[in-house]
């Protein structure tokens, strides 16, 4: 196709709207129109890039025996109160009621319907293990849309779904991802990408890792060692303290006034601040008891 045919304007000015390098080359080159706060209009180019992407992705998948379905975007919510998700999930979670009254939800993760699924049709031991997975539309009601596509509300999201019948192998699964994650992004020529041990979130599970753009814009901050191959998100990064040792002696009470710090506790009672405990109480989200750290 001849550029004088190709739909979208392209401009030299910076748009005002545009929040971040990426945003403005999106909008000058025709890539990206805005439709309302975190919702975007995808042009023919961003649309050809996309397929693009959405390519490598399947062949990685592929390759690791993923098998692709697609999951409708409109979902039950009786789904997602069997999980438990419909009331533990903020107002991320769009809600809404069909016309028979009954509670729906917009898929923005897709564990409830790849649960059904597998329950419905792999009936048998001799089912497992399998992997599906989909590349759909995702809607989060993100209430800081920005930077153009770096943070959105409706999204193209590839997701996948393993099912095991033991812990083993399902850790040697995860390790088959793991690695494919590391050729789509290589292919893909992301090279500042890396990947950090996370939180799993929403999600749940015990081991979670995720695929950073190390950037100086970004808002995470990572745990990253020169000696070792440590990696992490500081949110569950983990480290060594010294222990103190110290001798028993008799339990008292002891008077600190004005003292509201550990730094202030030690050196009034002249001890070092590794001797020393605080206690802190917080409320946490969905629990009805305070929690003491």
Same mark, same amino acid.
């Given at each position: ?211 950073? #753009? *190390? ?5 995470? &901050? $990572?745990?990253? /060692? ?9 949110? +569950? ?30 050196? #009034? *009672? ?5 001797? &020393? $405990?605080?206690? /802190? ?9 305070? +929690?003491?750290?």
């Amino acid at each position: 196709m001849l550029m004088s045919k190709l739909l979208g304007e392209r401009f030299k000015e910076k748009p005002s709207e545009a929040t971040s390098i990426s945003h403005v080359y999106l909008l000058r080159g025709g890539y990206v129109r805005q439709v309302t706060n975190g919702i975007y209009t995808l042009l023919p180019p961003a649309k050809r890039v996309a397929a693009k992407i959405e390519n490598i992705i399947r062949e990685e998948m592929d390759a690791i025996d993923g098998q692709e379905v697609l999951f409708p975007v409109a979902l039950p919510g009786d789904l997602w109160k069997e999980s438990g998700r419909f009331e533990a999930v903020g107002s991320e979670l769009v809600r809404f009621k069909d016309r028979g009254n009954k509670d729906m939800v917009l898929g923005m993760t897709h564990e409830e319907a790849a649960v059904h699924l597998a329950r419905s049709e792999a009936k048998s031991y001799a089912d497992y293990p399998f992997m599906i997975y989909q590349i759909q539309t995702k809607f989060r009601d993100e209430p800081r849309a920005r930077g153009g596509l770096i943070r959105v509300r409706e999204f193209t999201m590839k997701d996948a779904y393993s099912f095991h019948t033991t812990q083993e192998d399902l850790e040697q699964y995860y390790d088959k991802c793991y690695e494919a994650y590391h050729r789509i992004y290589a292919r893909a020529g992301v090279p500042e990408v890396i990947s950090v041990q996370s939180d799993t979130g929403m999600m749940g599970g015990k081991v979670a890792h995720e695929f950073m #753009l *190390l950037t100086d814009i970004g808002e995470d &901050t $990572l745990v990253i /060692c020169d000696s070792c191959d440590y990696q992490s998100n500081m949110e +569950v990064a983990k480290g060594k303290l010294t222990v103190a040792t110290t001798t028993e002696s008799e339990i008292k009470e002891v008077e600190t006034p004005n003292t509201k710090s550990i730094e202030d506790v030690a050196s #009034l *009672l002249g001890v070092p601040t590794t001797h &020393t $405990l605080k206690a /802190c109480v917080f409320a946490a989200e969905g629990q009805e008891k305070p +929690v003491i750290v």
